[in-house]
């Protein structure tokens, strides 16, 4: 199982999930068992929630993650204040920072500030995922986990692997992302959900970690350099529409210097759009090896192989996919939901509106990807969690058949 991240929008993955864990085993007969989660950002808090939950019964996990997305308000998520207002714009200017010291009571680690204080968002992380029985699980080799984060001192990827034993040797292949057994815990999953300057940093023993968005944000090499042949993925982007698109040219090229406007594309590019590059040259391997299967004979996969195996440290294998994507654009749904959430006078949530109003301020109508990331309320996420369940139903038979032998 391959979970995408993209902060907010992770509410349609937990929709996802909710499917697979209540609705599935009634085709299915039992609960989908992977042998391999691998998780990037938000994908990463659902990995490591799948893998600590997967002894309790459907109706509690499900509970648990319907209840946490439903529970999302700005003023819980964002603790701003109007000395924040001021703090935001002189990190944009680059003033210097240091990282926050941890005190003797925090569980949390060291971090390097971001935009956003989301140290309530750190909490929530911290308590609705049962640790212990995360290191129970794979301790007791009930599969293995695979959580993407970016280091920053190199820039690299660095795939942290935790769970069943498995071969870490493909990876000594590849000089742009290195693989790390590691007792996964709390600060790989924070390091890995931390948005590039939105987000603070993690510190993970000497250095410190960013979103794994950056280079493995729908993170499906781990998988199939540990040897997977059947994946499902759950990606957080739409499509492209190839009808008429809802805001003109002329639109976006006035959006082009609104801050906002450009953040939203350069996240899409960062955390999204690998999705479509990963999946099409996976599908195009798979073409090749099963034309040179009909050419050739059964013998053109093991000669292939035996030459691959020395440059790549792995076999080639064909794959096959299910991918569970949005049926509907997720900016312009944020931007909806945004306009026709209710106000309030605290003082809390008028300083969090004011934030996300930036965020949403001169960008075309149907193209709030910023707002997208950023809007931890339940007018947003409950209904991404519903989209995400009834995609995934609209998607059973094809779902089902992935499990099939």
Request: hydrophobic share 45%.
């Amino acid at each position: 199982m391959i979970l995408a991240g993209g902060g907010a929008r992770g509410a349609y993955e937990a929709g996802v999930l909710a499917f697979l864990i209540e609705d599935l085993p009634k085709r299915l007969g039992h609960l989908p068992a992977f042998d391999i989660v691998s998780g990037a950002s938000v994908g990463a808090i659902h990995a490591a929630y799948w893998m600590a939950t997967l002894q309790d019964d459907a109706a509690t996990r499900v509970a648990r993650l319907t209840a946490t997305w439903a529970s999302m308000s700005l003023e819980r998520v964002y603790r701003l204040s109007l000395g924040d207002l001021f703090r935001i714009p002189t990190r944009l200017l680059g003033f210097p920072f240091t990282a926050r010291a941890v005190g003797s009571h925090e569980r949390i680690p060291s971090r390097l500030p971001g935009l956003l204080d989301t140290r309530a968002l750190e909490e929530m992380v911290m308590h609705e995922i049962p640790w212990r029985r995360l290191r129970a699980n794979l301790r007791a080799r009930r599969g293995v986990l695979c959580i993407s984060c970016t280091e920053i001192a190199s820039g690299r990827a660095v795939v942290f692997v935790d769970g069943a034993p498995v071969s870490l040797t493909p990876w000594e292949y590849d000089p742009y992302v290195v693989a790390r057994a590691s007792g996964i815990g709390p600060a790989h999953i924070l390091a890995s959900a931390a948005i590039p300057l939105i987000f603070p940093a993690v510190r993970i023993g000497r250095h410190f970690y960013c979103d794994g968005g950056l280079r493995l944000n729908t993170p499906l090499a781990p998988a199939l350099r540990l040897g997977t042949d059947r994946i499902l993925l759950v990606a957080l982007s739409h499509p492209p529409d190839p009808g008429p698109i809802a805001a003109t040219p002329h639109s976006r090229e006035q959006a082009y210097s609104n801050p906002a406007y450009l953040l939203g594309k350069v996240l899409n590019a960062m955390l999204l759009d690998h999705i479509d590059y990963d999946l099409q040259r996976m599908r195009l391997m798979n073409a090749l090896l099963l034309g040179g299967e009909q050419a050739f004979g059964a013998a053109f996969l093991p000669r292939v192989n035996e030459i691959v195996r020395a440059s790549r440290g792995t076999d080639y294998r064909v794959v096959r996919d299910c991918v569970i994507r949005p049926s509907e654009d997720l900016g312009g749904l944020a931007g909806r939901c945004y306009a026709q959430r209710s106000r309030s006078l605290s003082p809390a949530r008028l300083v969090a509106d004011l934030v996300m109003r930036s965020a949403a301020r001169g960008v075309p109508e149907g193209e709030a990807d910023l707002l997208s990331y950023v809007l931890f309320d339940a007018a947003y996420t409950r209904q991404l969690f519903a989209l995400g369940r009834r995609d995934a139903a609209n998607q059973a038979d094809e779902i089902a058949a992935l499990f099939a032998a």
